[in-house]
Structure formats: structure tokens, C-alpha cells
């Protein structure tokens, strides 16, 4: 009889314990910072590098939107660059500082901006 007494305490012990237990994450995940491809940072620097010469003729104002235009298309073609600058709006200065230095350096002076992070504030 005291054995079966135990195993019924411990069986209710045991159960209480998961009472709440639905099976179901009860914490938000926590999001991880997409990876933007070599490959597609080397197409940003491209277009970055193609365009800052018309960029530097139609003046900062009108460069700046123009340049908005063309990081829209590029995220359009990498929908993970596209999340990588929602995860982290920095992202944009961090791989072009690696990549292309100096074009980077280039198109913030015809931007007139001190940042990527900046002139693509609007995004």
C-alpha cells in the first residue's frame, strides 16, 4: 500500500509540474542577421562605382533619391540583402568598407552624406 501511495504522489508531482505546458514556444524567437553574399556585395559596389559619376552631375539632392532607386533594385534582385538592411541599416557601410573602400568614400562625398546608413535612411 505505501508503494502504491508513492508512485501516486510522485505521478501528481510530476504532472503539476507540466500543467502549463502546452507544447507551444512561449518566447519570441530571436531573429538572426541574414548574410549578404560576396557575390551580391560585389554587384552593389559595381552599381555603386557605375552610377557616382551621374550621381556627382545631377548634384546631391537629386543624387541621393537616385540613389535610393538603385539600392530598391538591388535589394529586389537579393531579397537577403533586402532583410539584411531591415536586420541592421548599418550592414550597408560595414560590407561596402570592406569591399570597395574607396567607391564607398567616393559616393558619400557626391551623396554628401557621412554615411550609407544615412542616405539610405528613407529605405
Known amino acids: ?5 508513492l508512485v501516486l504522489a510522485v505521478t501528481a508531482l510530476g504532472l503539476s509540474g507540466c500543467g502549463d ?10 531573429p538572426s542577421e541574414p548574410t549578404i553574399s560576396q557575390e551580391t556585395v560585389n554587384d552593389l559596389c559595381g552599381i555603386l ?3 557616382k559619376g551621374t550621381w556627382k552631375a545631377i548634384g546631391p539632392p537629386v543624387a541621393r ?3 535610393l532607386g ?7 534582385r537579393d ?5 539584411a538592411i531591415a536586420y541592421d541599416p548599418h550592414i550597408v557601410d560595414t560590407v561596402t568598407e570592406r ?3 574607396e567607391v564607398r ?4 562625398v557626391v551623396l554628401d552624406q557621412p554615411d550609407m546608413k544615412t542616405a539610405i535612411a528613407g529605405f
Not at 505546458?21 to 530571436?30: A, I, K, L, R, W
Not at 538603385?70 to 529586389?76: A, F, G, I, K, P
Not at 531579397?79 to 532583410?83: H, I, K, L, Q
Request: hydrophobic residues 40%; proline residues 5%; contains cysteine.
Open 1 to 5: 500500500m505505501t508503494g502504491v501511495l
Open 21 to 30: 505546458d502546452s507544447g507551444y514556444q512561449t518566447q519570441e524567437p530571436q
Open 49 to 51: 562605382d557605375a552610377q
Open 65 to 67: 533619391v537616385a540613389f
Open 70 to 76: 538603385s539600392v530598391r533594385l538591388w535589394t529586389v
Open 79 to 83: 531579397g537577403v540583402a533586402s532583410a
Open 99 to 101: 569591399a570597395c573602400p
Open 105 to 108: 568614400t567616393a559616393t558619400l
